[in-house]
């Protein structure tokens, strides 16, 4: 099975500029726990989810410090905590979304579209055609359901 053959093909998107307030309602409205981030050509730009959202009222983690001649040395780095803080921070999607996607397109597997979701540790993953444009999206239950018509 491949994925064109399981994915859903009813995405609901959001654009860059739709504010957290507005994302939040759509997740909720739609019962769905994230969403593709499109441009207006509809290319996927960015993956925002229900977690993004959950930063708006979490404490940044600092990093642990070190105190080394009177200087602060983060051990583990900043960027994380930066991460964090920009997330807390946002007023809209483009500012919360997460800019690396994990994409397949839609001659990709099933097996090898399982394998990237667990391994990247990831819910769902936009279906994108050649010309990589968004044409679907495969969840979780989406696998476990072709998974389950085949035993």
């Known amino acids: 099975m491949l994925a064109k053959d399981i994915m859903s093909k009813r995405v ?4 860059s500029d739709t504010s957290v307030e507005e994302l939040a309602g759509i997740l909720t409205g739609n019962n769905i726990s994230g969403a593709p981030v499109v441009d207006k050509e ?14 708006k009222n979490a404490e940044p983690k600092l990093p642990p410090v070190a105190d ?9 780095g900043i960027k994380k905590y930066n991460e964090q803080l920009k997330k807390i921070l946002a007023k809209n ?13 839609e001659d990709t597997d099933i097996r090898q ?4 979701m667990l391994t990247n540790n990831i819910n769902r993953v936009p ?3 050649k010309s990589r444009k968004l044409r679907g999206i495969i969840g979780r239950t989406d696998i476990v359901r072709a998974i ?4």
């Not at 509809?42 to 930063?55: F, L, R, S």
């Not at 579209?113 to 990237?116: H, L, T, V």
């Not at 389950?148 to 035993?151: F, H, R």
């Open 93 to 105: 999607v483009g500012e919360l979304m997460t800019k690396e996607v994990v994409t397949v397109d």
């Open 12 to 15: 609901i998107t959001v654009f």
């Open 68 to 76: 080394l001649l009177g200087a602060h040395i983060y051990l583990g």
């Open 113 to 116: 579209i399982a394998e990237i």
């Open 127 to 129: 279906v994108l055609d």
């Open 148 to 151: 389950s018509k085949t035993l």
């Open 42 to 55: 509809g290319h996927v730009i960015g993956i925002v989810t229900e977690k993004d959202i959950m930063y």
